[in-house]
């Protein structure tokens, strides 16, 4: 595969933040990606370059200057091959001088000329570069947004509803009309009701137990659904405690909570219940709550397969969110997915709470056969858009397999 021409420019996100979109040229074909944007951030993710006035004009220029040129004398055979020139272009640990978000635009661009060039989808150049079972996964739907993305109206991040129907085209239908449901519960019991940065309601309650009652509510009425949560705790810890609706928690204090709360609404997946310096209570929580319910690390491993093996060999957690802007290249993405997968540990592919209407993780998830997919609440059309890949995605997968 050779490039012929590079284009890179701005674009805004759910936020209304700068971000990076590329396409590039081959002869015959043009792929473009964007790159979504984080909050609530783990200190060991690939560096996005933004420059002090918020926007990334350096970024585009190093995707339409010095990578432009170094790729312009090269053939690529795989998508491995053009990741480990890019990290070893950047010559930094953590993609820091080329920027994570310029390197990965790049990488999935090319992962989709590649798909082009084969005549497949991309969740199927995925799935075989990946060596891996393609297969529908759960949406993990972020109903209730609190935390860094919500003011903390609700202490924890994200309530989750979780919807594993028989297809995909099912699983959207009643994510929709839950979510639907949920709005018109929440209205009754509160005066106003913001929205928050992942698409999701942002009521604001006393109790940390009331979001999960309503949830119940609405899980009640659907099979195939349940309840999770992303604590995303590094933003809730203060000093060496943690802080929810004003009171204090000690970790075994936390632990705790979290014990009675999966005893009660019966959780499918806790993510970041503890910060990711508190490396003893994610081996605490995984021994003692990890048979009955998922615990996924995001901000403690960040999508990179070093942490992963850490955190396998410590027994921190028995899942991992894969989000590929943490790590900054898809062949990176798709060796932690493998770490994940070594482990005997399911997988959970995310968007980032900035987001734009790349569709990169839905094909993603699908060509891993990620246990899930988080991509967030159903009132932003950038979220949206990833439902309607994974439609899409059923569709082609139906049509290659008669
Ligand atoms: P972020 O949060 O995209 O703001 O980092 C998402 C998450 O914590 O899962
Ligand atoms: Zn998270």
Redesign the pocket.
Known sequence: MRISRVHAHTISDTRDRDTIETTLFTDKFEATASIPS????GAHEAKELRDDDGSVTTAIHNVTGEIADALSERDFSNVGELDAFLCELDGTQDKSRLGANAILSVSIAMARLFAQEAHIPLWRFIADTAKTTSAAPRLFVNVMNGG??ADFRLPI?EQILVVGEETLKESVTTAHEAFVQLGDLLRKELPELPMGDEGGYSPAFDTIERPFELLTDIVSKWGNTSIAI?S?ANELLDGNEYVLLKKRYTSDELLELYTQLVERFHFHAI?DPFAESDKQSFTKITAKLGEKVIIIG?DLIVTNPKLIEDAVEHKYINAT?IKPNQIGTVSETIDAVHKTYDAGWHAVV?H??GETYDTFIADLAYGIGAHGI?AGGLAQQQRLAKYERLRTIEREATELSQ
């Open positions: 984080g909050k609530s951030t860094a993305h991040q992303d995303a993510e995001d969110l995310s980032r709470s988080k």
